[in-house]
Nanobody, 118 residues
Framework: QVQLVESGGGLVQAGGSLRLSCTAS???????MGWFRQAEGKERERVGA????????YYANSVKGRFTISRDNAKNTVYLQMNSLKPEDTAVYYC????????????WGQGTQVTVSS
C-alpha cells in the first residue's frame, strides 16, 4: 500500500490558479493516480486520473481545458494544476492510488481544501 499526502490548497479568487501536489511513499511509479474532490453536501467527484507512465490522462468534463494532471515518478509526486478557477471548484481535493486509472482506489490522502471566492 502507498501513503499519500496532499498539499497546495488554499483560498484563491475566481479566475486564479493553484497547483496541488500529492507526494507518495512506497512504490509510487507502479500506481495509477487519481484526483477527486468533494464539495460540502455533495457526492465525491473524480476530477481526473493519470496512468502509471503518464501516457493516459482522463479529465471530468467539468474541469477539461482548465485542469492539468501530471506526475514525476522520480519525485513520487503527482500534480493537479488548476487554472481559471470558479467558485464551483470549491471542495476538499483528494489524491488516490490504484492499479488502474479507472479504479478502484484503495489508498487515499487526507485531502486539502480549495476555496474559490467570487
Amino acid at each position: 500500500q502507498v501513503q499519500l499526502v496532499e498539499s497546495g490548497g488554499g483560498l484563491v479568487q475566481a479566475g486564479g490558479s493553484l497547483r496541488l501536489s500529492c507526494t507518495a511513499s512506497g512504490r509510487f511509479s507502479r500506481y495509477a493516480m487519481g484526483w477527486f474532490r468533494q464539495a460540502e453536501g455533495k457526492e465525491r467527484e473524480r476530477v481526473g486520473a493519470i496512468s502509471w507512465s503518464g501516457a493516459m490522462i482522463y479529465y471530468a468534463n467539468s474541469v477539461k481545458g482548465r485542469f492539468t494532471i501530471s506526475r514525476d515518478n522520480a519525485k513520487n509526486t503527482v500534480y493537479l494544476q488548476m487554472n481559471s478557477l470558479k467558485p464551483e471548484d470549491t471542495a476538499v481535493y483528494y489524491c488516490a492510488a490504484a492499479d488502474q486509472p479507472e479504479g478502484p482506489y484503495p489508498s487515499w490522502g487526507q485531502g486539502t481544501q480549495v476555496t474559490v471566492s467570487s
